[in-house]
């Protein structure tokens, strides 16, 4: 009969296929009801997908075989003010992780890790976070995206708990005034719903500036990838998972960074397929349809939809803004102007009560800015955009002569230009 192997009490010793089979038996048991995704195991995007064992999943398969683990920092080196190397600080640190069952040695595992990873070594900040030493210096770039709550970015301020530096401000301020943003509402403090504007920007990768902080954290992070590869080992759990996430792609993220890469890496291609489809040859589409929401900033930037979640904190209000501008020939903005968003129990409600308001408008000859609600988000606007009174940027124009609350603005903007 074929045999496998075990180690007990330090001894090699035969096993039957059978026994072994039941071994497994149980541990894909365990994997099945214990073991829990995007927790102890998650499947990283753009690979084979057979899932890739986490730090919490290792302690729950150590704790199903009892082990024990050891660790002993084999290679070490700190050079703390970078003599060593060109002047940037360096720390490198090797880690051996030994496994033992009932005091016997049965495994180990190594990791490495060194300050000069891409998550450690660099930052990616704002234009205005760009230290000023490394202002002149050519800098790598991406797009990043930017969210800020409607009190943070009415306040602007430059001290204080929620101090960001004026250019900051200024590229939220710059968005809005050009429509270039989107929009939700989330529970805030003491669970008021309060507006978020979301823009989308350019990052740049600066040097970290106190990578002296961090030291603990990569000595931590060596002992981690130490400890998985040394249980991943040890259990022989290769038929469910392949090797830890440190030596996969998107090498030297933490798993957060990780787990939070596969959610962006879905939604993204949920998008695509949402582009894709907006681009087919639409069969009936709306006589008065004259404004097309924006699609410089992904949907996937807002939360998903949950329906255990007030349907105005999740991609279901840009949905609400996107079908309101489509079916009304307005711009998303517009629609966000007409209803209070909370007021309502669901997108369709708000939707029928959104139709109501502007056929009650059209058969009174209603003017928008008749309208209180309007009148406010105009107000808002003018104090965000032009940071002048609202009151004084009203008076520069005709109101009545707009059709919209969007060509208002946009003359405000005009009429505060020829005055200076």
């Not at 296929?17 to 995007?38: D, L, N």
């Not at 797009?143 to 430059?158: C, G, I, N, P, R």
């Not at 200024?170 to 989330?186: L, P, R, V």
């Not at 596969?262 to 939604?267: G, R």
Request: hydrophobic share 35%.
């Amino acid at each position: 009969m074929d045999q496998e192997v075990m180690v007990v009490n330090g001894d090699i010793m035969p096993q039957g296929v059978e026994t072994v089979k039941q071994r497994y038996g149980r541990i894909a048991s365990f994997y099945e009801t214990v073991m829990i995704p995007e927790v102890d195991y998650m499947v990283i995007p753009g690979t084979s997908g057979k899932p890739s064992l986490l730090k919490s999943g290792a302690e729950k398969l150590a704790a199903l075989f009892r082990f024990t683990v050891d660790f002993e920092y084999e290679e070490k080196e700190e050079d703390w003010d970078g003599s060593r190397h060109g002047g940037e600080p360096f720390f490198y640190y090797r880690v051996c992780c030994r496994v033992f069952s009932g005091g016997i040695q049965v495994g180990e595992g190594k990791g490495s890790i060194n300050s000069w990873e891409s998550r450690y070594r660099y930052r990616w900040v704002s234009k205005g976070d760009i230290p000023f030493e490394q202002r002149n210096d050519e800098l790598a770039t991406r797009t990043a995206v930017y969210k800020v709550a409607d009190w943070q970015l009415k306040k602007s301020e430059t001290t204080g708990p929620y101090a960001k530096p004026v250019e900051y401000w200024q590229m939220f301020h710059d968005a809005i005034a050009a429509g270039d943003f989107e929009e939700y509402y989330e529970e805030g403090y003491k669970g008021r719903q309060q507006r978020i504007f979301v823009v989308t920007s350019v990052a740049y990768r600066v040097t970290n500036p106190d990578i002296y902080s961090q030291v603990n954290t990569l000595l931590k992070m060596g002992m981690k990838r130490a400890y998985v590869d040394a249980i991943l080992r040890t259990t022989g759990v290769g038929a469910f998972f392949t090797q830890d996430v440190e030596d996969l792609p998107g090498f030297g993220y933490s798993e957060d960074e990780l787990v939070q890469q596969a959610v962006v890496a879905e939604k993204a291609k949920e998008a695509a397929n949402v582009k894709t489809e907006e681009q087919a040859p639409s069969q009936a589409k709306p006589e008065r349809q004259t404004a097309a929401p924006s699609s410089r900033h992904p949907r996937e930037t807002l939360p998903k939809h949950d329906p255990t979640k007030p349907w105005f904190t999740t991609s279901a209000y840009q949905e609400y803004l996107d079908e309101g501008a489509a079916a009304h020939g307005m711009s998303p903005r517009e629609i966000s102007s007409q209803l209070h968003a909370p007021d309502y129990k669901t997108k369709e409600e708000a939707l029928i009560a959104l139709a109501d308001k502007l056929d009650q408008e059209k058969a009174g000859e209603t003017h928008w800015s008749e309208d209180a609600r309007v009148m406010e988000i105009l107000r808002k606007n003018i104090d965000l955009t032009y940071k002048i009174a609202p009151s004084d940027g009203i008076k520069l124009v005709d109101l009545k002569d707009f059709d919209t609350m969007d060509s208002a603005l946009e003359a405000v903007g005009l009429a505060l230009d020829e005055q200076r």
